[in-house]
């Protein structure tokens, strides 16, 4: 089309709180991720904890508020009792997941302990492969109970005297997967997973639940939440303001080698899987009759990140090596959690450290991916409330999305989303195109001193190596006159004074 491409503002139509977990992580005991990433006791570059302080650090400098683990498809078979006490009583375990040794050297002790450091909250998954309903119970009494009861004092023998408080419990990860050890039918992990919830939240009512879905628009979904966003339960009957399940986790891995821009625009389908996630939580609620007083599931991304895992070199097709194609499909991702902020209550890029990871270890310090640089941006800056942005693109490009959602979703070249914190308005946009440079108008935007931060490249199949940084991120500023030109294949964020 002839029309050329605009951008409206408007900092003071706000759509929703931005949650801040959504610049969440995701720690699982996979290829280099625990060990060898977070935790790795012989390596100069450790604390007296074992744990990498280079690592601590880039958390630190992400800013990142929670962290999820064991697994991923590791948990399915982990015993969390290997995991504690004195370390040299601690078994080596077959992992069924990942076909390795779990050492068990690394547990729930260690983990708050790296959590609490970090300065981050730990979000912890149950085991609904091998795992018992009485283990589950265990565990959250271990973590939590100040009573005198035998984990908790388990706990105090361990050296922990006060409860680790652990708000997020996911039941189970993936349950309906092909690959796992113990899959389950919709039927039997509804009936599951409404059990254990009513258990666990009788031991400690405070927790967070967070129900296993598939891609959030699937029969899966469908069922699962039907059958347990429900409120009407024993120890919370009578109560018209708590819900048995709180949030529904939904996994998206996009990538597409067929072309640069299938793989940056991908992502879009994960912001529709949010809306239709939400729109089955809202579809379950009306079916069970929920009183609106009982607050609505959110949704809970625990998943995402670009992974193909027979391109990606490295123990299990894991370390992916990020070019900047990657790098703008995960801008693409986050425009779309602070588009849909109002439905999304946590997202957890998969992974932290070294497997499918914006940073990766070396035994002499840590490199930072391609697609580190556009997190950092939106994790410093996209916060607050999450603001009404239009974007004429000038020229659409029509998909048809990978996976199970058919037909076409219209994707802009550029892709934008904005949100305003402390008196700041922040403008994040990202040119996809391989060709072309857009220069736009920006209706909203104050004249005066705008701050630019710029992510991008010679092309879009550069990567960051040891050796050369490549791709990071150039800072400027710019006066906000005139239109603005994004210059193709990058990410810009914008921020000014409101
Ligand atoms: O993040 C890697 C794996 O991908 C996780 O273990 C699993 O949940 C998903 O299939």
Redesign the pocket.
């Known amino acids: 089309s002839s029309t050329p491409p605009s951008i409206t503002i408007h900092p003071e139509h706000t759509i929703a709180q931005i949650n801040d977990n959504i610049y969440g992580g995701?720690t699982?005991h996979?290829g280099r991720c625990i060990y060898g990433g977070i935790y790795d006791p012989s390596n100069p570059l450790s604390d007296a904890n074992g744990f990498r302080k280079d690592v601590i650090d880039a958390m630190k400098e992400l800013n990142v508020p929670v962290v999820r683990y064991p697994?991923?498809?590791?948990v399915a078979t982990y015993h969390w009792l290997d995991g504690v006490g004195p370390k040299d009583k601690r078994p080596k375990r077959p992992e069924l997941?990942w076909l390795g040794i779990e050492p068990n050297t690394f547990g729930t002790d260690e983990f708050m302990k790296w959590c609490e450091i970090v300065g981050t909250e730990p979000y912890l998954c149950l085991n609904f492969g091998t795992g018992t309903l009485d283990e589950a119970l265990g565990w959250l009494e271990y973590c939590n109970s100040t009573q005198d009861t035998y984990y908790a004092n388990l706990r105090r023998a361990n050296g922990h005297p006060e409860p680790y408080n652990v708000k997020y419990w996911a039941l189970g990860?993936?349950c309906w997967?092909p690959?796992q050890v113990a899959q389950l039918s919709k039927e039997a992990y509804a009936a599951q997973a409404y059990q254990w919830a009513k258990a666990l939240k009788l031991l400690d009512p405070s927790i967070t639940l967070i129900l296993c879905g598939e891609t959030g628009y699937s029969s899966w979904d469908a069922y699962v939440l039907k059958e347990c966003v429900r409120w009407d339960v024993h120890g919370l009957s009578g109560s018209t303001t708590k819900s048995l399940i709180d949030m529904h986790s939904i996994?998206v891995?996009t990538a597409d080698n067929t072309s640069h821009i299938a793989n940056a625009t991908a992502p879009r389908g994960a912001e529709r899987a949010i809306q239709m996630a939400s729109a089955l939580i809202d579809l379950a609620r009306i079916e069970n009759r929920v009183p609106e007083t009982v607050p609505r599931p959110l949704v809970c991304f625990d998943?995402w990140n670009v992974?193909d895992p027979v391109r990606a070199p490295g123990e299990l097709g894991?370390e992916e090596k990020y070019t900047l194609s990657d790098a703008l499909a995960v801008a693409v991702f986050l425009t779309g959690f602070i588009r849909q902020a109002r439905d999304l209550g946590m997202a957890n890029i998969?992974?932290s450290v070294n497997?499918?990871s914006p940073l990766m270890t070396s035994k002499d310090g840590v490199m930072k991916q391609t697609t580190w640089w556009p997190l950092l941006l939106f994790s410093k800056y996209m916060r607050g409330q999450s603001v009404a942005v239009n974007v004429r693109a000038e020229e659409y490009l029509g998909r048809t999305n990978p996976g199970w959602i058919r037909g076409t979703i219209e994707t802009p070249f550029l892709e934008s989303c904005a949100a305003v914190q402390d008196g700041w308005v922040n403008l994040a946009v990202t040119n996809v195109s391989e060709e072309k440079d857009y220069v736009v108008p920006i209706d909203g935007l104050k004249e005066g001193k705008v701050d630019v931060f710029t992510v991008g490249g010679e092309n879009v199949s550069v990567v960051n190596t040891e050796a050369e940084q490549k791709v990071g991120i150039k800072e400027g500023t710019w006066d906000g006159k005139g239109p603005y030109r994004f210059e193709k294949h990058s990410f810009t964020l914008l921020r000014w004074k409101a």
């Open positions: 995701f699982e996979m697994g991923g498809n590791f997941a990860n993936e997967g690959w996994h891995y998943e992974w894991a998969a992974q497997v499918i």
